[in-house]
């Protein structure tokens, strides 16, 4: 079936001859996209799509995991070629064959991946595009990366090797890198997924300069909230087709949501009512109202509907099971650098069982280096680290994870093994359980990973190779793999990044459910809104040291963001106070 | 006893200039991210065209010349192998070698089938007589030229940057526009004909004439050197100049009586057990090239 459904038709169309454009130079795209089919297999990834970038516009791209977003985005950046369909430039057809046609043709993009050069230095990895064979000017690249920095109002160390930098200034080079090179239509994959609030604004703030300057942007991202304050027109991509694509005035989050999901969903309303009726319950028995829960959530980080829905859900459901005091995972006084530079300065942590611990901060502030020690990929100079009554510091990752400890790290593409299947993947940790003598017992494994397949709802087949998942269902992957083996104690770092809404929820209800179970999680995340809805408590670690905790119910998003910089704040103190008290 | 420091140390770049050509060229290689296993084949490969170049016109720059070629040539196969065919590098680059190998042996039994005793015209030294300084050109060229103006494009230049990004992350240099299949192309080329010109070296220089097995096992001397050398020039020259002190070193102490009970075999293998123990020491916990071993497709 080739034709789309009369509605997307006519609305994907609607960037030539649209009449309702305000726009001053409209019908003049910079990049149009028309008729785009790409097929992997059996599966249709894009299926007849047209878009289109005026000059001056933010067009934002919105679906669900493995919509088809990025494959499209990167057919017109040259790093794929459609099966059929065509690329116009100005008006002219263009064939972009690499992504250096593309950047010939002023397209540039910041993939959803990282695609830097991990060994090389910042400006060397900026200098990369466009450079020639001849002599390198370092130096002028190096004032043009500063230049390219503070354009967009970011600090970054031009010399830095980029393997040392954290995840999130890693997002910061890619989207200086992206502006580095003079193009008129810019791409950005999902760019504010790893960013901090202020940061976003940052970018928000570059954008709207690039945008009056007459370039376009293509914007994809799953917040909505980011989508209705950027976006001029909105493009809806679900499974492959554009179902929708109107301007963005006047369209609330509420009404991208519906359109996202479409009309088969039915179940979200009846999961939140129930959850509902069990936030008012809980709510009377411990004595509060229950719209003084939900009043303050609203209005977080100027969002509005989809992560203030899942607050009050995960509010809701917050402590069904009371927080038991023993411990699940002892994190104490574990430190790691030496003592001009303390990457980690005398941790100290306790989460208990049936608790979510929440660990908030700016990226870059010893997160990673905390994960990799907890998950024995690094070795901490002092401390000591407990899951369970059991020392977990000396042993190696294998034998943490047997001990109970189960994680799910920041770094997706490094926690599987992209050249296996997704069933191999899966089952990766735990091939004792499935052997016979030496051998492997290829019907349990089946049996086993297609059970997970069902449960986590994983769309792609056990023998698909891993690599080709989009962000969401390898995260279903990682979430499967770790839950699945009932871990005491659960580390999770970002989960959510990159995720669709639906695939945030779930991974919240997993997250819910193996603490209902009487496990301790501890999630770090730099999503304050995801923090306040999910943990029982939050603490905020800066420079490598935790400097306030605050019981959840206390927390705003003004208290934490102030901890976050770095403001050691009385108030926090005297929570922390009462919390260990 | 009155050694021969200086007759040593002579030696020693001698010896190395073959090695420092090779290695160098697969330092090229591996940046780009291809270990080529055809280095053995292709400097043989190069000693005998250019041996059979220069018999052939008279002139040692003609059979330089020819040298050059075959490297080009070797370069170019394996380049279409492993960089557009996909082919496993190890497969490839061992058939190359052996593919190389047989070729000049049986071009050799058909064109000299008298035997290997034609002599050709050859490179002289430069400062006859001149003790250390008395040396060939091409190690001249190899120390002086080759190993700095490799060290600076692989440091200062936009080519140097390309090599690197291609052999660290395809898909990054592919998403800054930068033409991976053509790079790597350049690098096996550029590589394939210096190992070339450092096994021509043997025949155009040392010898003046070919013999069979005249590379023995130099290539893959080299392959080791590279990763002792953790692909930098400078140390990867050094690691020539190690292999090549012990083997001076054997060579003068198999003239002296007092190893005259030591058989001479195992006199021969010394410099290599030295490489093996420099690898085994130092060349634990080495990074490797991001995308060494792996062909790069665009999804
Ligand atoms: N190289 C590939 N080989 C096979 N299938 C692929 C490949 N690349 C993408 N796919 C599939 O195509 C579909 C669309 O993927 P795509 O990455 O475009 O999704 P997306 O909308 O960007 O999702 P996300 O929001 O998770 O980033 C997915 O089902 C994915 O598994
Ligand atoms: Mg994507």
Redesign the pocket.
């Known amino acids: 079936m080739t034709a789309p459904p009369s509605a997307a038709g006519a609305a994907s169309s609607v960037s030539a001859a649209s009449p309702d454009s305000s726009r001053s130079s409209p019908g003049s795209a910079l990049a149009e996209l028309v008729d785009i089919t790409k097929t992997?297999?059996a599966?249709v990834?894009?299926d007849a799509i047209s878009l289109s970038v005026l000059p001056g516009e933010v067009h934002a791209l919105l679906?669900?995991?493995?919509?088809?977003?990025?494959?499209?985005t990167?057919i017109l950046y040259g790093l794929?070629q459609p099966d059929s369909g065509e690329i116009r430039v100005d008006g002219r057809v263009k064939r972009i064959s690499s992504p250096a046609d593309a950047m010939e043709a002023g397209i540039g993009m910041v993939t959803?991946e990282f695609s830097l050069v991990d060994t090389m230095t910042v400006t060397e990895n900026l200098m990369l595009a466009g450079v020639g064979l001849g002599r390198i000017n370092r130096a002028a690249a190096r004032a043009k990366v500063l230049a390219a920095a503070e354009r967009i109002g970011v600090s970054i160390d031009p010399d830095a090797i980029v393997e040392d930098l954290s995840v999130g200034q890693r997002q910061r080079v890619e989207i200086v890198k992206a502006l580095f090179h003079d193009c008129r239509v810019l791409i950005l994959?999902?760019p504010t997924a790893v960013l901090v609030p202020q940061d976003v604004e940052q970018l928000f703030d570059s954008i709207g300069r690039l945008t009056s300057a007459g370039m376009g942007v293509i914007f994809?991202s799953?917040k909505l909230h980011e989508v209705t304050r950027i976006a001029d027109r909105i493009s809806i991509?679900r499974r492959?087709r554009i179902v929708a694509s109107r301007p963005a005035a006047g369209l609330e989050p509420r009404d991208i949501a519906a359109l996202m999901v479409g009309a088969e969903s039915v179940a979200a309303p009846v999961a939140s009512a129930e959850n509902e009726t069990l936030a008012d319950a809980l709510a009377t028995s411990i004595g509060l109202d229950p719209a003084d829960l939900d009043g303050p959530s609203v209005s977080v980080g100027g969002s509005a509907l989809p992560s203030a829905a899942i607050r009050d859900r995960s509010r809701a459901t917050r402590a069904t099971s009371p927080i038991s005091e023993a411990t699940a995972l002892q994190i104490t006084d574990v430190t790691l650098g030496n003592d001009g530079s303390r990457v980690l300065d005398a941790v100290t942590l306790s989460v208990r069982r049936g608790e979510i611990l929440g660990i908030a901060g700016v990226s870059g502030n010893g997160q990673t280096e905390l994960v990799n020690v907890l998950c024995g990929t690094l070795t901490a100079d002092r401390g000591s680290v407990m899951v369970d009554q059991t020392e977990i510091s000396g042993l190696d990752p294998a034998a943490r994870i047997r001990a109970g400890f189960g994680r799910l790290t920041e770094d997706r593409k490094g926690s599987v093994i992209p050249g296996l299947s997704v069933g191999q993947n899966l089952v990766l940790e735990d091939l004792d359980r499935f052997r016979i003598g030496p051998f492997l017992n290829r019907g349990a494994v089946r049996e086993h990973v297609q059970k997970l397949i069902e449960r986590f709802d994983i769309?792609?087949q056990p023998g698909?190779?891993i690599?080709?998942?989009?962000?969401?269902?390898m995260q279903k992957v990682l979430l499967a793999r770790a839950i699945s083996r009932g871990p005491k104690a659960l580390v999770a770092s970002q989960p959510t990044r990159?995720?669709?809404i639906g695939a945030c929820e779930y991974v919240y209800s997993q997250l819910r459910a193996l603490r209902d179970e009487g496990a301790g999680v501890l999630l770090i995340s730099e999503d304050l809104d995801e923090l306040l809805g999910i943990c029982d408590r939050i603490a905020v670690i800066f420079s490598g040291r935790i400097i306030g905790e605050l019981p959840a119910a206390d927390a705003t998003p003004e208290a934490l963001g102030l901890l976050m910089t770095g403001h050691d704040t009385g108030a926090a103190d005297d929570s922390d106070a009462a919390v260990n008290a | 006893m009155d050694f021969p420091v200086f007759a040593v140390l002579a030696a020693m770049l001698t010896i190395a200039t073959p090695l420092v050509w090779a290695a160098l060229g697969a330092v090229i290689n591996e940046r780009a991210g291809i270990m080529n296993l055809g280095i053995e084949g292709t400097m043989y490969a190069g000693a005998f065209c250019g041996f059979f170049a220069a018999a052939t016109s008279g002139s040692a720059w003609f059979g330089l010349g020819a040298a050059v070629v075959a490297g080009v040539v070797a370069g170019a196969l394996m380049a279409l192998l492993t960089v557009t065919l996909g082919v496993n590098q190890h497969v490839a680059g061992i058939g190359i070698t052996l593919l190389l190998v047989a070729a000049c042996d049986f071009a050799n039994r058909l064109l000299f089938s008298s035997g290997s005793q034609t002599i050709t015209a050859k490179f002289d030294r430069l400062f006859a007589g001149g003790g250390i300084f008395s040396q060939y050109p091409l190690t001249y060229v190899a120390f002086l030229v080759l190993a700095p103006a490799l060290w600076w494009v692989l440091r200062s230049s936009g080519f140097g940057l390309r090599l690197r990004a291609v052999g660290e992350n395809p898909e990054a240099a592919d998403a800054a526009g930068i033409p991976v299949a053509r790079t790597r192309y350049a690098a096996l080329i550029l590589g394939g004909a210096m190992m070339a010109i450092g096994g021509s070296f043997l025949t155009l220089s040392l010898l003046g004439t070919f013999t069979i097995d005249i590379v023995s096992g130099r290539g893959w001397i080299c392959i080791a050197l590279v990763i002792f050398g953790r692909w930098k020039v400078w140390p990867v020259v050094g690691g020539a100049l190690l292999f090549a002190v012990t083997d001076a070193l054997q060579l003068q102490l198999a003239i002296t009586s007092l190893f005259s009970g030591v058989p001479n075999e195992l006199m021969i293998a010394f410099p290599y057990l030295v490489v093996i123990a420099a690898l085994a020491i130092w060349g634990r916990g080495v990074r490797y090239p991001g995308s060494y071993l792996k062909p790069y497709r665009r999804?």
């Open positions: 992997f297999g599966l990834a894009n679906g669900e995991n493995g919509a088809g977003k990025s494959t499209l990167r794929s959803q994959d999902e994809i799953h991509l492959g769309r792609a698909d190779p690599r080709s998942l989009s962000g969401g269902n990159g995720l669709d | 999804a």
